[in-house]
């Protein structure tokens, strides 16, 4: 397994999911990927959507930043994907090569 994966919509739900990934990828010794779904269909225009997908970035970086030093034999890492969120997510799982997906409810 290279990376468990975990879906975020930064919701507190979420970043419980995040603490419980690195919980178990301790345990396996592997990494963490934070992913969050940036939606085909918005309702809001281009320059909005440039700028939530900004802040996505800054706050993804954040987020691997404060749990790296919780993650023992690995790197937490992220990424943005598109689509729907429940196909882009195990898309990102298979690409991964990770059986393991970690999700939240809000």
């Known amino acids: 397994m290279k990376a468990i994966i975990v879906g975020t919509d930064f919701s507190k739900g979420s970043y419980v999911a995040i603490e419980i990934a690195i919980d178990i990828a301790?345990?396996?010794r592997t990494d963490v990927k934070i992913v969050w779904?940036?939606?085909?269909?918005?309702?809001?225009?281009?320059?909005?959507?440039?700028?939530m997908h900004n802040l996505a970035q800054d706050k993804l970086?954040?987020?691997c930043e404060q749990h790296q030093e919780k993650l023992l034999h690995g790197?937490?890492?992220?990424?943005?994907?598109?689509g729907k969120?429940?196909?882009?997510?195990?898309?990102?799982?298979?690409?991964?090569?990770?059986?393991?997906?970690?999700i939240g409810t809000n």
């Open 75 to 82: 790197k937490v890492k992220w990424e943005i994907v598109h």
């Open 26 to 28: 301790n345990k396996l």
């Open 37 to 51: 779904v940036e939606r085909e269909k918005m309702l809001i225009d281009e320059e909005q959507q440039g700028i």
């Open 61 to 63: 970086q954040m987020l």
């Open 85 to 102: 969120v429940s196909t882009a997510l195990s898309t990102a799982a298979a690409q991964a090569a990770s059986p393991m997906i970690v």
